[in-house]
């Protein structure tokens, strides 16, 4: 696959939002076709990112990570979009995160050199994946999570069959009780670590946990989780610094989703013996949501105590298709089009049929379920009374990985919604 | 895009389940490159479909409606497959049914030539997009739900507004109080038909409904439930057909989800001044599941005392990639991968690490939580002890629509996990 092929591919009206009449198009033509949602330019539903908000939240968040001293490797999951990929990168991540050697493959071809999967990695044709990669692309890192020793037996057999293979790059996982993947005791942790510095499949990098799994959204519990978490994981590099397990120049330390980041970002730096970088790994942040990521980023505002920087920048658009009873109308959106995991997506705004301008969805608007292909949207008030079939409503998301997953393509609009740029995804 | 471009596209390693190290295949290669699940030939996670149990259920469901006298016209949007397109066609279904005019396209490149889109279509873009393709298609035929004046009136003025468009053919929908989209009453209904029919810019050819949401799986109220809907559209169709307000030489009654199908299929057929097809659209049945249309099934063959004939076509399978604590695995599938909408996946087989057999996963058994990439299989017996990493295991699904908008690809495997053929999606 070539680069024009990932980061510019060419689209049709093949892939749900595009214009049914339009020829085929380069992603990057898009913008200039001078489509408008709201003037009904393009098919419903539509998912689309707000361009500037999307550039904001790139840029803050990299800064935050920049001001706390730590570097960025935004998790690629979230979007899987090659474009996206390019614009963290460009933006100053140290690297990208991914959840899959599949994903890790779109990553390097959108150009990630330093590369995390935050998941253990232990059968043959992934581990052969990652080596062939690392051939194909000199200077190219990958360092996957360990944490057993199961695991660790399982690389070395493949290790020991494989000819001419390079040992792996590892970071030790540290979890919580009752929690997910992780070694559980320092007892435990510091004894992998043994076994991973004395083997010679893994080359020990580092130490990773992943605190998102604990948060809540209150402070209190939330501060309290990620220093007890963090104080282990602590405890635990400096054992291993100290025995002398670490098989690097410099120690990678990372931690770090998109709900409580900033309790732990201060944590990943630490005097060792060698240079210790610090990673967060947030992936949310690119479009943010009106839902639970906008719930935490309002905790970790009033914890920062002067405001953040991240606006909901993805919204997902239908058209009234029906207004069967009082009190319901049925959008043209489903199961098929956008997030309902933590919760089912919300009103924010609506645009009656054949006008430009929109206005905000009053607060009595809940959408109460969907199917497939439809969206009940249940109101009281005057204005939902109002509605026609063919105003068009705009749904915010709780989540926006998937939300993502959902589409091949999104277009980015500006401020009137005329679509600007595209993104695609490979999910 | 050329017809080989959609039945037999180009796949490659970027997208999930696809061999790392293979070289771009074209689909119908995929089947003879002996690839096996079992053997760690391909990446995890992995949907696959059985490929005899799918050949039964396209078989069964063709002979359900034929011996019921009524044709079927699958749901595209449970698969939106080109592949699976053509062999419910090829298997004598007499079209197709899909929820917007983006899916309905691709049908039309797989080649169906009638078509239903069981949804209101009302916007200038999607009303044109129809027409084109029935320009670019002779003897294409499409009709669309139509459920209220509001809606009748955008046709009009699409209608009105274009230059040399032909009317669209449409369906008049019935729905339930408190339900969906849908006519609630008769007068609402027939008021409606009769301005369908006086309308230049609309053919009216039949009478829909939806008898799917209102299924609980409990007899007793699905029958009462089904005659109750059924009864309402057949005095629906007698009047419009009294009063001559279709346009058509045949007459179109159709119903039918995957759920309660059994109970509207013979309400399909009545005696009216011209000829009747009856059409069910069920869509779910071709791979069936493990869970919600599982239990619906067992209700129907209850009901007609002599079984079905559809089995559980669809499985992810995933490796262990953690054992934690006691009594918890954590598995490489999450909720980028299964279904999770109506009811969590559930293990139904595992594979030790390296070997080939497989055996029924035990009943205690359970998917207590899914992130987006893991899975929680918790468990109390000694087989769940005895996991390890690297052990693989099967999770059968609720809801195959939910399932298989999550892979761009899908192999099709014999009983011995061989992939013997694949088929793509475009969601």
């Known amino acids: ?184 005791t320092h007892e435990q942790a510091l004894a992998l670590a043994q076994r991973l510095r004395a083997s010679p499949a893994t080359r020990l990098l580092g130490i990773e946990c992943y605190e998102g799994l604990g948060a809540t959204g209150q402070s209190d519990a939330d501060i309290a989780y990620a220093q007890a978490l963090m104080q282990r994981v602590r405890a635990i590099a400096k054992a291993c610094d100290e025995q002398q397990l670490f098989e690097t120049d410099e120690i990678l330390l990372t931690a770090g989703g998109s709900a409580i980041f900033d309790l732990v970002a201060d944590q990943l730096k630490m005097p060792l013996s060698r240079p210790v970088r610090g990673l967060l790994r947030s992936g949310c942040y690119a479009t943010h949501d009106h839902g639970t990521y906008h719930r935490f980023m309002n905790a970790v505002a009033a914890r920062m105590g002067c405001g ?21 109308a049925i959008l043209s959106v489903g199961k098929r089009d956008i997030s309902y995991d933590l919760e089912l997506p919300m009103p924010i705004a609506f645009c009656p049929q054949g006008q430009a301008g929109i206005t905000a969805a009053p607060p009595d608007w809940k959408i109460a379920g969907l199917n497939d292909q439809h969206a009940y949207l249940r109101g009281t008030g005057a204005e939902h009374s109002a509605l026609r079939v063919g105003d068009l409503v705009a749904l915010g998301i709780s989540h926006p990985c998937t939300t993502f997953d959902k589409w091949r393509w999104i277009p980015l609009v500006d401020a009137q919604y005329n679509v600007c740029d595209a993104i695609v995804t490979c999910f």
Chains 1, 2 share one sequence.
Do not use: Y
């Not at 690392?134 to 037996?153: N, P």
């Not at 298709?321 to 319901?328: A, K, N, Y």
């Open 1 to 184: 696959m070539t680069a024009q092929d990932i980061l510019d591919p060419l689209l049709d009206a093949g892939q749900k939002g595009f214009p049914h009449h339009s020829a085929p198009l380069r992603r990057s033509a898009i913008g200039g076709q001078g489509w408008n949602v709201l003037r009904g330019d393009m098919p419903l539903p539509l998912a689309v990112i707000k361009r500037d908000a999307l550039a904001g939240n790139l840029a803050w968040m990299q800064g935050f990570a920049a001001g706390h001293g730590v570097g960025l490797a935004p998790h690629g999951k979230t979007t899987m979009s090659p474009q996206l990929f390019r614009r963290q990168l460009d933006a100053g991540a140290w690297g990208l995160t991914f959840a899959t050697v599949v994903q890790l493959r779109a990553g390097v071809a959108a150009g990630a050199r330093r590369c995390i999967i935050a998941n253990q990695v232990f059968r043959a044709i992934d581990l052969q994946g990652i080596d062939d990669l690392k051939r194909a692309h000199a200077g190219l890192q990958v360092a996957f999570l360990v944490d057993s020793i199961a695991q660790l037996e399982l690389i070395e057999s493949w290790h020991q069959a494989s000819k001419d293979v390079q040992p792996v790059d590892v970071l030790l996982e540290i979890g919580v009780a009752g929690a997910r993947t992780g070694c559980r």
């Open 308 to 328: 953040h920087g991240l606006h909901a920048a993805m919204e997902v658009w239908a058209a009234v298709q029906s207004c069967p009873e009082p009190g319901l």
